[in-house]
């Protein structure tokens, strides 16, 4: 009973946290509900449709929501695809763009690091996980189309939005743990050697490197003087609040090398109508507001 309240609970939360979030769990769930008829396992069928049913009522929910719809509408850069072709072709390209990611190309490789492990910890793994390792590749990479799906119907961009790749790059990782895991016999297999899993280890450590050096140098130098401009504008959009109906502008950033780790890609435009400046002055009360035209 604990145990059915928390995944209730869990299921609740999930589907009011994004369409990301929402696409991959329902996935699973699908999944989870399929093997479980294939298997004749009802009980567990019943568990999964019920907490799909859940998820399904508060997702659907979740996107209806005044707040979602509002924020929709005042963003400009959502261009939604015009026919099934151009949905299909946006889709094409973003999963393109997404599987020459090296993290994409290396991770399945990874799991050979954590063989070891693997091994010593295999009592511990439920009987329903043992799943044949072209099933869990195939959920994986179902996974990864289904959640950019709902970018390529509304988005025009590529590549794919930053905070829905790291997402995706974490479904990629955890999975094929999982799916290298649930493939794995249950008689103990022979394991990668220590110089192959030593290599593998450094190329991890390098991907991860990659990032963690451009966060470095974000922090060190150019997000200082990031923070202090968004301070100087958010205290003259405090300031223009005060007086209804005046349009704000506000000086243009000093140029800055951004990296694509902190700073987001877009700043405020010379126009009054884009995005980020409908949202700030929504925000903060104002009429308008927009960057300086430079003379």
Not at 131 to 138: M, R, S, V
């Amino acid at each position: 009973m604990a145990w059915g309240l928390v995944a209730v609970l869990s299921v609740t939360a999930a589907a009011g946290s994004n369409e990301l979030t929402l696409v991959l769990l329902g996935w699973i769930m699908l999944v989870a509900a399929g093997l479980s008829a294939y298997r004749r396992q009802w009980r567990s069928l019943r568990v999964w449709s019920i907490l799909g049913a859940l998820l399904l009522i508060f997702g659907t929910l979740s996107l209806l929501a005044p707040g979602n719809t509002g924020r929709q509408q005042l963003d400009s850069g959502l261009v939604p695809a015009s026919s099934v072709w151009e949905a299909a072709s946006r889709l094409v390209v973003l999963l393109r763009y997404l599987f020459v990611e090296p993290a994409f190309l290396v991770i399945p490789a990874l799991t050979l690091i954590l063989g070891p492990l693997a091994v010593r910890i295999m009592p511990a793994r439920p009987p329903g996980l043992r799943l044949p390792l072209l099933l869990g590749a195939a959920v994986l990479v179902g996974g990864v189309v289904l959640a950019t799906i709902p970018y390529a119907l509304m988005w025009a961009r590529v590549p794919l939005l930053t905070r829905a790749t790291n997402a995706l790059v974490w479904w990629w990782l955890l999975g094929w743990i999982v799916a290298a895991w649930a493939s794995m016999p249950s008689t103990p297999v022979p394991v990668a050697s220590p110089a192959v899993r030593m290599l593998l280890g450094l190329m991890l450590f390098i991907i991860l490197l990659i990032p963690s050096g451009r966060a470095y140098l974000d922090l060190r130098y150019d997000a200082p003087e990031y923070a202090r401009q968004w301070q100087y504008r958010f205290r003259a959009l405090r300031q223009a609040s005060r007086t209804p109906h005046v349009p704000l502008e506000v000086p243009p950033l000093p140029p800055l090398t951004n990296r694509l780790t902190f700073m987001p890609p877009d700043d405020l435009s010379t126009m009054y109508g884009f995005g980020v400046n409908t949202r700030l002055a929504t925000w903060f009360g104002v009429d308008s507001v927009r960057v300086a035209v430079p003379h």
